[in-house]
């Protein structure tokens, strides 16, 4: 039987790896493993539940022993070639013209193995950069691109909560985040309010979201007319978490009730909604009024053939009276043709 533990390394990568029952391994003990072609040292950030990894235990990394004195002087020494390597790539991607943002090289315990880590905005061609690396490194090079999130991870940082970031502290896959995670749990959609340190959505939107939905299936929506102990009002805000609204009344004071002693007025039976709603309702929004009691031109598709005809005819046995009541007879004229 063995154990598993999430090693980090140097360069902010995360590892997982098995060790023997029998191998006395504490969180941040620094552990030689064995991965690939290559030996490699980490330190111990906790141990793993075999049930929930999804590799196969037998593929992942195997841990050798406890870091000696000698594999941390190794280590240490492999350091100072980390950041001659970083000058190097540096100068070859200036001169190349490269558009990438080199952020840490690191060394396998045994320099079988240097890998560099860039961030870029979009695909980068570093094939050239690659041939001019291996000829002045005998070791293998592995250039990996990460992401802005990955990036704040190496950094690390304090986030709004006070507490360490959660991208550098355990966090080793980004879930999808979007938006609409944030309306949901009513937040304001201030980007300082919803962007993390790397300048993404937060990665802790994902966390509550499913908390949230199920609070918001026996709360009333903002923007919704209720009925108060109060009075008839409108839903302006409200708390998920408490389980409170905020009324507006009609007399614009704002109250707050719990969200199971109002009832929602919906839209066919708002008579007793508030007169400013009502006056928003009834009037359309070119601010025109309209018209109770004048009856259609057109009713039932029919028309009114009778008054349109005496109209008609009485505008035939004035035409010597007024000219201004020409185009009105013209008009009403067309609109008996329409009719029929």
Same mark, same amino acid.
């Given at each position: 039987?063995?154990? /598993?533990?999430?090693?980090?390394?140097?360069?902010?990568?995360?590892?997982?790896?098995?060790?023997?029952?029998?191998?006395?391994?504490?969180?941040?003990?620094?552990?030689?493993?064995?991965?690939?072609?290559?030996?490699?040292?980490?330190?111990?950030?906790?141990? &793993?539940?075999?049930?929930?990894?999804?590799?196969?235990?037998?593929?992942?990394?195997?841990?050798?022993? /406890?870091?000696?004195?000698?594999?941390?002087?190794?280590?240490?020494?492999?350091?100072?070639?980390?950041?001659?390597?970083?000058?190097?790539?540096?100068?070859?991607?200036?001169?190349?013209?490269?558009?990438?943002?080199? /952020?840490?090289? *690191?060394?396998?315990?045994?320099? +079988?193995?240097?890998?560099?880590?860039?961030?870029?905005?979009?695909?980068? %061609?570093?094939?050239?950069?690659?041939?001019? &690396?291996?000829?002045?490194?005998?070791?293998?090079?592995?250039?990996?691109?990460?992401?802005?999130?990955?990036?704040?991870?190496?950094?690390?940082?304090?986030?709004?909560?006070?507490?360490?970031?959660?991208?550098?502290?355990?966090?080793?896959?980004?879930?999808?985040?979007?938006? +609409?995670?944030?309306?949901?749990? %009513? &937040?304001?959609?201030?980007?300082?309010?919803?962007?993390?340190?790397?300048?993404?959505?937060?990665?802790? &939107?994902?966390?509550? *979201?499913?908390?949230?939905?199920?609070?918001?299936?026996?709360?009333?929506?903002?923007?919704?007319?209720?009925?108060?102990?109060?009075?008839?009002?409108? /839903?302006?805000?409200?708390?998920?978490?408490?389980?409170?609204?905020?009324?507006?009344?009609?007399?614009?004071?704002?109250?707050?009730?719990?969200?199971?002693?109002?009832?929602?007025?919906?839209?066919?039976?708002? +008579?007793?909604?508030?007169?400013?709603?009502? +006056?928003?309702?009834?009037?359309?929004?070119?601010?025109?009024?309209?018209?109770?009691?004048?009856?259609?031109?057109?009713?039932?598709?029919?028309?009114?053939?009778?008054?349109?005809?005496?109209?008609?005819? *009485? *505008?035939?046995?004035?035409?010597?009276?007024?000219?201004?009541?020409?185009?009105?007879?013209?008009?009403?004229?067309?609109?008996?043709?329409?009719?029929?």
């Amino acid at each position: 039987m063995e154990r /598993i533990f999430l090693l980090k390394l140097e360069n902010g990568a995360a590892v997982e790896a098995r060790a023997d029952i029998n191998l006395e391994i504490s969180p941040h003990d620094a552990c030689v493993f064995t991965k690939d072609f290559y030996t490699d040292m980490g330190i111990v950030c906790r141990e &793993l539940d075999p049930t929930k990894i999804k590799s196969a235990v037998p593929t992942l990394p195997q841990i050798q022993r /406890i870091a000696t004195p000698e594999d941390l002087a190794q280590a240490e020494e492999n350091q100072s070639k980390n950041r001659t390597a970083m000058s190097t790539t540096q100068t070859l991607v200036d001169q190349l013209g490269l558009e990438m943002k080199l /952020i840490n090289a *690191h060394s396998s315990l045994d320099g +079988k193995l240097m890998t560099i880590q860039f961030s870029a905005e979009g695909r980068v %061609d570093f094939r050239e950069l690659i041939k001019e &690396l291996t000829r002045t490194r005998c070791s293998r090079i592995e250039l990996r691109q990460i992401g802005v999130r990955d990036e704040t991870g190496i950094y690390g940082g304090i986030g709004v909560c006070g507490q360490m970031l959660c991208c550098s502290r355990f966090l080793k896959e980004f879930n999808s985040i979007n938006v +609409k995670m944030a309306k949901e749990q %009513d &937040l304001s959609l201030t980007p300082a309010t919803i962007s993390g340190a790397c300048g993404r959505l937060k990665c802790c &939107l994902k966390y509550e *979201h499913d908390g949230y939905t199920e609070l918001a299936k026996g709360m009333p929506r903002k923007g919704e007319f209720c009925e108060t102990l109060d009075g008839p009002g409108r /839903i302006t805000d409200r708390n998920l978490l408490t389980g409170k609204v905020s009324v507006t009344l009609e007399n614009g004071n704002v109250n707050q009730y719990s969200a199971d002693t109002v009832k929602i007025v919906h839209n066919s039976d708002r +008579k007793n909604a508030p007169a400013g709603a009502k +006056k928003a309702q009834e009037h359309p929004k070119n601010g025109k009024a309209p018209a109770e009691n004048t009856p259609h031109p057109h009713k039932n598709g029919k028309g009114e053939k009778g008054d349109s005809r005496n109209e008609k005819k *009485h *505008h035939n046995n004035g035409q010597g009276g007024q000219k201004n009541n020409a185009p009105q007879s013209q008009q009403q004229s067309g609109d008996t043709g329409s009719s029929k």
